[in-house]
């Protein structure tokens, strides 16, 4: 028996260069993507045991979404991805705030520029 080495542990999720071995679950995110970006949405879940690679797999996720890795050039996404954190008592007004604030940080991360003259300096 082939001994393989499982680099996932739960509450460390690891760098894109160690990230392999999720070929169909990469494939499927930017298929989801590609949907998105031509006008229909679709949605998945990403469900499974603590350890397996599921925060990994969505920290790649987000590189895919904001075009940072891709397959192939015309395969390349141009998405704003914001993270945040829910609760079970996470309301729906909590929620709305968390996107907006989200929002408003990686836009300013991503547009230096627009900040500097919102700002008034």
Not at 9 to 38: C, W
Not at 44 to 68: C, H, P, V
Not at 93 to 99: A, E, G, R, T, Y
Not at 108 to 120: A, H, I, L
């Amino acid at each position: 028996m082939i001994k393989k080495f499982n680099p996932f542990q739960p509450n460390a999720p690891i760098y894109p260069g160690l990230f392999a071995g999720r070929l169909r679950e990469i494939e499927r995110i930017d298929e989801v993507l590609f949907h998105t970006k031509n006008g229909n949405p679709t949605y998945i879940l990403i469900i499974g045991e603590r350890g397996i690679g599921k925060t990994s797999l969505l920290q790649q996720s987000s590189l895919i979404a904001a075009g940072n890795w891709h397959w192939e050039e015309e395969d390349k996404h141009n998405f704003m991805v914001v993270h945040l954190s829910i609760a079970p008592d996470t309301t729906i007004l909590d929620l709305s705030h968390k996107i907006a604030r989200g929002i408003e940080r990686a836009f300013k991360r991503e547009n230096d520029s627009v900040t500097f003259f919102k700002e008034g300096r």
